[in-house]
C-alpha cells in the first residue's frame, strides 16, 4: 500500500499524519497505531476509530472555537489540538482526560511537537509561528517572516528546527534559539 498524497496546503509530522481528504476532513494515526482519530470539519467532535473493525471507540466532543488540526506529543501520551481563538487543548491518552491548554492569543491553525517533547510550535492566521514551553506553556519567541496565514508545522527530525508553510506559497525553516 503506497502513501496518500499530501496536501499541497499544508505540511505535516509524518509520523501523525495519514490523510486528508475533502472538505475539512482529516484523519490521524495515534501513535500505537491500534486506533485512528478524526475530525471532520472544522467545529466537529474528534472521533476515536478500530481501523479493523471500523467501530467508533469514543470522542472528545468540540470546543467553543474551531478545531484546525491535531497532532500528538512525541511520548505518544499526548493528543494536541489547534483549538482556533482558544489556544492548545490537550487531552492525555490513552484516556481523553483534559489536561491544562496551552493558552495562546490569535486564530491559531496549525500545531507541531518537537521530537524531545520540549517545545511546542503553532501557526496563525496573522502569518506569525509561536514557539512555546511544552510543559508550563510559556511562550518562547514568535516568529515573523509569512505575509498570509501559516497552514501547517512540523519539526526536524533533531528537534531544532520547525518549518513551516504558509498561504503567501512558501516554506520556511526557522532556527528557535535554546533558552
Not at 505518544?76 to 496551552?102: C, I, N
Not at 512555546?132 to 526536524?156: C, I, M, Q, Y
Amino acid at each position: 500500500m503506497s502513501a496518500p498524497a499530501r496536501p499541497r496546503a499544508g505540511l505535516y509530522a509524518a509520523g501523525a499524519f495519514l490523510l486528508l481528504a475533502g472538505a475539512g476532513a482529516a484523519a490521524w494515526w495515534l501513535p500505537r497505531g491500534d486506533e485512528l482519530a478524526t475530525l471532520r470539519g472544522h467545529a466537529g467532535a474528534v472521533k476515536f476509530w478500530d481501523p479493523a473493525s471500523g467501530g467508533l471507540r469514543g470522542s472528545i466532543p468540540p470546543d467553543k472555537h474551531h478545531v484546525f488540526g491535531l497532532t500528538d506529543s512525541s511520548d505518544g501520551k499526548t493528543l494536541l489540538a489547534a483549538a482556533g481563538g482558544s489556544g492548545v487543548k490537550r487531552w492525555s491518552l490513552p484516556d481523553r482526560a483534559a489536561r491544562s491548554p496551552v493558552e495562546g492569543s490569535g486564530m491559531i491553525r496549525g500545531v507541531a511537537a518537537s521530537p524531545d517533547g520540549r517545545t511546542l510550535a503553532t501557526t496563525h492566521e496573522d502569518g506569525t509561528v509561536k514557539v512555546w514551553d511544552a510543559e508550563g506553556g510559556r511562550l518562547r519567541k514568535t516568529l515573523k517572516g509569512h505575509h498570509r496565514v501559516v497552514l501547517g508545522v512540523a519539526f526536524a527530525p533533531d528537534g531544532a528546527a520547525p518549518a513551516t508553510a504558509g498561504g503567501d506559497g512558501t516554506v520556511k525553516r526557522w532556527r528557535v534559539p535554546a533558552d
